[in-house]
């Protein structure tokens, strides 16, 4: 029974982080189970530590989570080796980029407090900024590669034109909201996850890992599919949670949650459009 249970787990866990293969569908639920679970686990340390969560909150916390796709590529780049790769492979590099991004909060909210800034929230921003900079050097500088910036043409501009329509039909559908910063960077992260995943898999060959997006890419035999099911699931979200935090008056779980969508999709659509532009 032992052996079993060690055998499952390194088929189903260990293996993929060794191999960099594919999810399957016991990975994936246990890691949606593990970040949701640690999402709570934040927002509860968050309040204890008196750090205010709210959408500036959010918006800083966006160049960390770019931060962390820009290290995803670099480890797809072969640029790092066995054992410090497996650290930037999921699951484990979501540890580490919290690891530094709660390091960097903790010690800006420190310098706030006896002096040396001011704001202690835009510090962490622009330090998040500066990572994610050192990380695209890193990549330019290591790597030798074609680039591709027609990928940012085909993806980026049309997931950005269709957030800025979402933005200005949002009133005649009784969702202004979807206008804010937060809410609209969550769409943009879903639209850009679903346009580079079509684009990277139909018009250049690269493998889908995740196992939902590829069975739904199967049936419809095409990953365009993706486009409208992805920004129609963002706003359906969206209103859930704008919906629930006016009925339980719980803004913190709302931010906290949001801040969750846009990891899930940016940080995918981010690694997406970085490994197609440098032909990674």
């Known amino acids: 029974m032992k052996l079993d249970l060690v055998d499952f787990i390194n088929r189903n866990y260990i293996e993929g982080i060794i191999s960099d293969t594919s999810y399957n569908h016991f990975d994936m639920i246990t890691y949606v189970i593990i970040l949701f679970a640690g999402v709570y686990g934040v927002l509860k340390l968050l309040n204890k530590l008196r750090i205010k969560v709210d959408e500036d909150f959010v918006m800083a916390t966006i160049p960390y989570i770019f931060m962390g796709s820009v290290f995803r590529v670099i480890e797809d780049a072969d ?29 800006t909210k420190y310098l706030e407090k006896i002096k040396k800034i001011r704001n202690y929230i835009h510090a962490y921003a622009i330090a998040g900024v500066v990572l994610s900079f050192v990380g695209i050097a890193i990549l330019i500088y290591f790597g030798s590669y074609n680039w591709n910036p027609g990928i940012l043409i085909y993806s980026l501009v049309p997931a950005i034109i269709l957030t800025e329509i979402v933005k200005r039909i949002s009133p005649s559908i009784n969702m202004t909201y979807l206008r804010s ?4 960077f969550a769409i943009f992260s879903f639209l850009l996850d679903s346009f580079t995943t079509y684009i990277g898999v139909d018009l250049f060959g690269y493998i889908n890992k995740h196992p939902f997006s590829s069975f739904l890419a199967s049936i419809f035999g095409t990953g365009a599919v993706l486009i409208p099911l992805s920004l129609i699931l963002a706003i359906l979200i969206v209103f859930l949670l704008e919906k629930d935090s006016r009925e339980d008056h719980n803004e913190d779980e709302k931010y906290i949650l949001t801040l969750t969508l846009i990891v899930l999709g940016f940080s995918m659509g981010a690694r997406n459009l970085l490994a197609m532009t440098f032909w990674i």
């Open 181 to 184: 910063r937060m809410y609209s």
């Open 79 to 107: 640029l790092l080796k066995p054992p410090v790769k497996y650290f930037f492979i999921t699951p484990l590099i979501f540890f580490v980029v919290f690891a530094i991004c709660f390091g960097i909060l903790l010690l």
